[in-house]
Nanobody
Framework: QVQLVESGGGLVRPGGSLRLTCKAS????????IGWYRQAPGKQRELVAA???????YYPNAMKGRFTISRDNSENSVYLQMSRLRPEDTAVYYC?????????????WGQGTQVTVSS
């Protein structure tokens, strides 16, 4: 079972940028999609972006424009480039995987990586 580990979070000023990394413990070639989610305090977890095999991104409407997801199968990693960050982007960011098209996302979540946008 491939495990995913998030990294790259931190404190950034409004308007700044950050790149998050989701590193897999094994080969991700056969994984259908990997997505980035976030959960802010007191709010539900929400999808930020997902990328399906081979490298087809999907963004919910509310996330279009400032986030870019990419997949590097040679590095067994998925990246989330975030720009023009706002205080409301403050959250714990998680990655998860969907092994098959229209299949379920993993039930278990990793530790996530904290992103704090503040001056």
């Amino acid at each position: 079972q491939v495990q995913l580990v998030e990294s790259g979070g931190g404190l950034v000023r409004p308007g700044g940028s950050l790149r998050l990394t989701c590193k897999a413990s094994g080969n991700i070639d056969s994984i259908w999609a990997i997505g980035w989610y976030r959960q802010a305090p007191g709010k539900q977890r929400e999808l930020v972006a997902a990328v399906a095999r081979p490298n087809n991104p999907y963004y919910p409407n509310a996330m279009k424009g400032r986030f870019t997801i990419s997949r590097d199968n040679s590095e067994n990693s998925v990246y989330l480039q975030m720009s023009r960050l706002r205080p409301e982007d403050t959250a714990v960011y998680y990655c998860n995987k969907q092994n098959q098209p229209r299949g379920p996302w993993d039930a278990e979540w990793g530790q996530g990586t904290q992103v704090t946008v503040s001056s």
